[in-house]
């Protein structure tokens, strides 16, 4: 057996296990977490598009889920549109948005695309907590909105019981992850890395280390609202607090951080290991020790950090190489090749 | 109250023109901060101001140790990096663990001082009332803008200091220990939190996440300012506080919010080193 065979065996496992687990799982409340789960993976993916290739921080990705929350959700109640057309155009308008504060943060360095990105975000949650109407768009204030589960179907992105929406979710997961395997393969994902890592020398080659990384950072917020959307479609009920709120850009920057930026698996990774211990203590502890999720995660995150800056995936990216090597009988005389990631 | 938020982003201003980073953590040091000055009121009785002679101390070595045990490796590991994102991330963590470690000790409630000398107090100044504590609050600004001014400028400290920030290498081959002249800032720069925590407590509700609130209006307002300027920070903390203050006569009192991000979006377009920034490299 091949080292390569190997890979394509454990990936079609996962994947079978995956797409059969509702099967198996009747529980709803396990659906549910699975479902966050995969959705955070998701968010944490599409997030590692800029924050790990482009080396930068975006700390405001919540104001691309709200924009994509928001509007499929105001043009579906308010419009009659279906929210997947919805979707798209929540997509773009995140887009156009990151551009907008990619703009002028990717030519300075460092804290200060991160400063404008939680500024960003907080504005807009600001103003959404302060508008009723924004044109003809009624965009409710604080209170959101709660979405009637009439009209249940395919074409109304709603359904009954959980299992569409953990196969939807899946789907886009996958997608995202098929999407970040192909940028990372190409032209734009070596000039992203090479503008992270050493922006004076990529710049010195002709790279437009600023262009690649809008394009990033747009790809990044689309992927983000569409997202949103599923979000919207999913709980019924979005408010600024919820879909716009700081915490939440921290939660999907600190998952994919601790996973680890830059790498494929990294930010799924982190979620597989984040999201149930947020969950769990939350069920378990919730009443009696409020926040200590966030001080797990915050302790996670410095000791990550400190002793890992490149994130979980590395340890076992090498430890899952040295099963391999183990399973197929390599000696490891440097010609093994460690392609998987 | 503006400038209060001055006080809290001229810590912030001190460690970025030293470190280089942002300190995310730095509105839950402000917290703390409050905390300490908080107990220390309730136990020994004293005037809340002079809870300063115990709050200071307190909070420089808690920054001192802060940046030693839990930025310093990642600034070892890092030694080229110029801006380490990595340190920003820290600090956000350091957040998370200080506002929720709280939270999980003192519970969420809303903490006030109780009989309180300066509680509502208020003086008249022609046709103006100025609160007394608010007051005090600018005065403290001013004093410890002046000191830091004078302790960077003066002292064989704060020379090393300014050193260290405008090339940490060659500062290093002079013979300066970067690493201690870090601790010293990040002291210095939790310090002056501990004092805006001080000016605050007598007139403002102590919580857990009370951090957040300064921690975002002190990023803006060192931007405005202009990243590293003491002064910037300062009047930066003024503007803001006076938009707040004055924008609520036109408008509701969140469109002022509203505003303030836009100002802040409006000068990251127009003039991203600030008012008073330096025009170099960031």
Redesign the interface.
């Known amino acids: 057996m091949t080292r390569q065979n190997i890979n394509r065996f454990a990936l079609t496992l996962v994947g079978v296990v995956a797409f059969g687990l509702p099967l198996v799982l009747r529980s709803p409340t396990y659906l549910h977490i699975l479902i966050l789960l995969y959705l955070y993976a998701y968010f944490t993916t599409s997030w590692n598009l800029v924050g790990g290739f482009a ?3 975006p ?1 405001g990705h919540a104001a691309f889920v709200g924009i994509g929350a928001y509007t499929s959700t105001i043009l579906s109640l308010q419009y009659g549109v279906s929210p997947w057309l919805g979707m798209i155009v929540g997509g773009i308008l995140a887009a156009i948005a990151g551009v907008l504060i990619g ?3 990717f030519k ?5 695309f ?3 990105t ?3 975000s ?2 807009i949650r ?2 959404v ?2 508008i009723d109407y924004l044109g003809p768009f009624k965009l409710n204030g604080p209170s959101g909105f709660q979405i009637p589960p009439k009209n249940i179907g395919l074409v109304n992105y709603m359904f009954i019981g959980k299992e569409p929406y953990y196969y939807i979710v899946l789907v886009m997961l996958i997608g995202v992850l098929a999407f970040t395997y192909f940028i990372s393969r190409s032209k734009l994902g070596y000039y992203l890395n090479a503008g992270g890592e050493e922006p004076e020398a990529a710049m010195a080659l002709g790279i437009n280390v600023a262009r690649a990384k809008l394009i990033a950072m747009a790809m990044s917020s689309f992927l983000t609202a569409l997202a949103g959307t599923f979000y919207a479609q999913f709980t019924l009920y979005i408010h600024p607090k919820s879909v716009i709120s ?1 915490d939440l850009s ?1 939660e999907i ?2 998952i994919a ?1 601790i996973g680890g930026r830059g790498s494929i698996a990294g930010p799924v990774l982190g979620a597989l290991l984040l999201r149930p211990v947020s969950d769990f203590s939350r069920i378990y502890f919730g009443a009696t ?4 999720h ?2 797990i ?3 996670v ?2 000791l990550v ?2 002793y890992q ?1 490149r994130g979980l995936q590395e340890p076992l990216t090498r430890a899952y190489n040295r099963l391999l090597d183990k399973i197929i009988g390599q000696t490891a005389q440097g010609k093994v090749r460690h392609e998987y990631s | 109250m503006g400038s209060i938020y001055g006080l809290t982003a001229l810590g912030l201003t001190i460690i ?1 023109g030293v470190l ?3 300190n995310f953590a730095h509105g839950s040091l402000l917290m703390v901060g409050m905390y300490v000055a908080y107990w220390a009121i309730v136990f020994t009785g004293l005037h809340p101001y002079i809870s300063l002679i115990i709050v200071v101390p307190v909070m420089y070595f808690f920054g001192f140790y802060l940046q030693d045990i ?1 930025i310093k ?2 600034f070892k ?2 030694k080229d990096v ?2 380490p ?2 340190v ?3 600090t ?6 200080l ?3 709280t ?2 000790i003192f519970g ?1 409630q809303y903490r006030g001082i109780q009989d309180n000398p300066l509680r509502g107090k208020m003086i008249e100044f022609g046709e103006m009332m100025i609160s007394v504590p608010k007051l005090w609050g600018f005065v403290a600004a001013v004093i410890t803008a002046a000191a830091v001014y004078w302790f960077f400028q003066k002292t064989r400290m704060g020379r090393a200091i300014r050193a260290t920030s405008l090339d940490r290498e060659a500062a290093s081959l002079m013979g300066i220990n970067q690493f201690k002249v870090y601790n010293v800032a990040f002291g210095i720069g939790t310090a002056t939190a501990g004092i805006a925590a001080v000016t605050l407590v007598p007139f403002y509700n102590i919580f ?1 996440t009370v951090g ?1 609130l300064f921690d ?1 209006k002190g ?2 307002i060192v ?1 405005l300012g202009g ?1 590293g300027s003491i002064g910037g920070a300062i009047l930066g903390g003024i503007i803001i506080g006076l938009i707040e203050s004055i924008g609520p006569q036109f408008m ?1 009192a ?2 002022t ?2 505003i303030v ?2 100002l ?2 409006l000068v ?2 127009v003039k ?1 080193s600030g008012l008073f920034g330096v025009k170099y ?2």
């Open positions: 080396g930068v921080l700390l703009l002028p943060t300075m360095r460092g804290a200060y991160a400063l404008a939680i500024a960003f907080e504005g600001v103003m907590e302060n700081l921290f920057a600190f951080l020790l409020p926040g200590l966030l001080i995660f915050g302790t995150l410095v950090m400190i800056p | 970025f280089k980073v942002i839990v490796p990642i590991a890092e110029r801006e994102i990595t920003i991330i820290v956000t963590g350091v957040w998370y663990i506002d929720n470690l939270l999980l969420p857990p957040v975002i990023f803006i931007v990243l509701t969140t469109w919010e509203a991000y836009g802040f979006l990251l377009f991203p490299d960031w």
